[in-house]
Antibody, heavy 120, light 113 residues
């Protein structure tokens, strides 16, 4: 059974940093693209970033470029999102998602999410 | 960026009746070399993560009931629930995975009339 478990969310002040983690199990982690998608309270879905199987390709939404860094550790079956210079508009539930086989940017399995709140 | 526009924002349908959700992309998501539309549909129930229903615009994900169907090509797509069940109450999103940034529609809330 595919499982994705996010952690690391919490309350942080504007300008602060947070590191989210996603631990995967139930599949061969190193063979799938992985993605972060966020959802602000009461709002729709927003793609944040995706990383290729070997980390050789990484893509971000413009609003987080230069502030967020996605990475993965295939030996540990984990993915991370380092978030710096956080803003109020980054407040959201952050989901970790695994791609569909051979369709890198389509998310087939999702975790339950970890909540990030940016507020003073 | 490809803008995904869904309509309506919400709809209320009687149990057993048809629900139709539209999704329009600002540019084509049809990849000519393989004739595939890079368009997916998700269902999100309250308090849950999204669930993939449809990919390649019309292929049902494994385990998805056949009352869910997707259609369309190029820039215009439709998700149809042929006979609405109580468990189908949710918000539905379309998503293009043709190019980055990956983009989602704004969502359509489906309720029981």
């Amino acid at each position: 059974e595919v499982q994705l478990v996010e952690s690391g969310g919490g309350l942080v002040q504007p300008g602060g940093s947070l590191r989210l983690s996603c631990v995967a199990s139930g599949f061969t982690f190193s063979t799938y693209w992985m993605t972060w998608v966020r959802q602000a309270p009461g709002k729709g879905l927003e793609w944040v970033a995706s990383i290729k199987q070997d980390g050789s390709e990484i893509y971000y939404v413009d609003s987080v470029k230069g502030r967020f860094t996605i990475s993965r550790d295939n030996a540990e079956n984990s993915m991370s999102l380092q978030m710096n210079s956080l803003r109020a508009e980054d407040t959201a539930l952050y989901y970790c998602a695994r791609s569909f086989p051979r369709i890198g940017w389509l998310s087939q399995y999702w975790g339950q999410g970890t909540l990030v709140t940016v507020s003073s | 960026d490809i803008v995904m526009t869904q309509s309506p924002d919400s709809l209320a349908v009687s149990l057993g009746e048809r629900a139709t959700i539209n999704c329009k992309s600002s540019q084509s998501v049809l990849y000519r070399s393989n004739n595939k539309n890079y368009l997916g549909w998700y269902q999100q129930k309250t308090g849950q993560p999204p669930k993939l229903l449809i990919y390649w615009a019309s292929t049902r994900e494994s385990g998805v009931p056949d009352r869910f169907s997707g259609s369309g090509s190029g820039t215009d797509f439709t998700l149809t629930i042929s006979s609405l069940q109580a468990e189908d109450v949710a918000v539905y999103y379309c998503q293009q995975y043709y190019t980055t940034p990956v983009t989602f529609g704004g969502g359509t809330k489906v309720e029981i009339k």
